[in-house]
């Protein structure tokens, strides 16, 4: 079973600073299939990054993806007001399709 | 424009069972493998289930296997999850995920949950 861990817990920015997020799988994924999903409470989450890189149907090009093998990042260049929320990555290349803990992006 | 919409949670008893629904509209329901991800209280999103577009293979993570059964209606656009044998670690907000292709597990599409509470 692969692990995902996600760092930091949480991030406290300001809007208009620059955000990355780290996500290092327990094993080596195939075809980098790592995703990245934002999530707000009360609200469906929403999908970002599929494939480590690929934005997802209207993903604004602040949020960006990177990385392969164990080592993946997501970046957001400049944080809008809007962009505080809950930042998950998931492995969608071996069952079980398991998600990290969690980003918390919270406004300093 | 993609809706998936859940019902069916409750208050269950530990032991007993609970059948989610979820209704979707917007996009060909059969061309889609569909899964449903659990997120418990406090804590962070789980994949429970997927199922392939025609509805003939399903898969699950160790546990809930042989306790809970995901199945659909193409012919009524409907995801179902049957829970059976509930603990009080199943007590989750349970959600709806549209598969980006066919059994891709890249989740494109959510709907925005439905709570089940297994408690005494």
């Known amino acids: 079973e692969i692990v995902l861990t996600q760092s930091p817990g949480t991030l406290s920015l300001s809007p208009g600073d620059r955000a990355t997020l780290s996500c290092r799988t327990s094993?080596?994924?195939?075809?980098?299939?790592l995703a990245w999903y934002q999530h707000k409470p009360g609200q469906a989450p929403r999908l970002l990054i599929y494939?480590?890189?690929s934005r997802a149907a209207g993903i604004p090009d602040r949020f960006s993806g990177s990385g392969s093998g164990t080592d993946f990042s997501l970046t957001i260049s400049r944080l809008e007001p809007e962009d505080f929320a809950v930042y998950y990555c998931?492995?969608?290349?071996?069952?079980?399709?398991?998600f990290g803990q969690g980003t918390k992006l919270e406004i300093k | 424009e993609v809706q998936l919409l859940e019902s069916g949670g409750g208050l269950v008893q530990p032991g007993g069972s609970l059948r989610l629904s979820c209704a979707a509209s917007?996009?060909?329901?059969?061309?889609?493998?569909m899964n449903w991800v659990r997120q418990a209280p406090g804590k962070g999103l789980e994949w429970v289930s997927g199922?392939?577009?025609?509805?003939?293979?399903?898969r699950y993570p160790d546990s809930v296997k042989g306790r809970f059964t995901v199945s659909r209606d193409n012919s009524r656009n409907t995801l179902y999850l049957q829970m059976d044998s509930l603990r009080a670690e199943d007590t989750a907000t349970y959600f709806c995920?549209?598969?980006?292709?066919?059994?891709?597990?890249?989740?494109?599409?959510w709907g925005q949950g439905t709570l089940a509470t297994v408690s005494a």
């Open positions: 998931q492995q969608s290349g071996t069952s079980p399709y398991a």
């Open positions: 094993q080596s994924l195939t075809s980098n299939s």
């Open positions: 494939g480590a890189s």
């Open positions: 917007g996009f060909t329901f059969k061309n889609y493998a």
């Open positions: 199922i392939s577009g025609i509805g003939t293979a399903t």
């Open positions: 995920a549209k598969d980006q292709g066919n059994w891709n597990y890249v989740f494109d599409f």
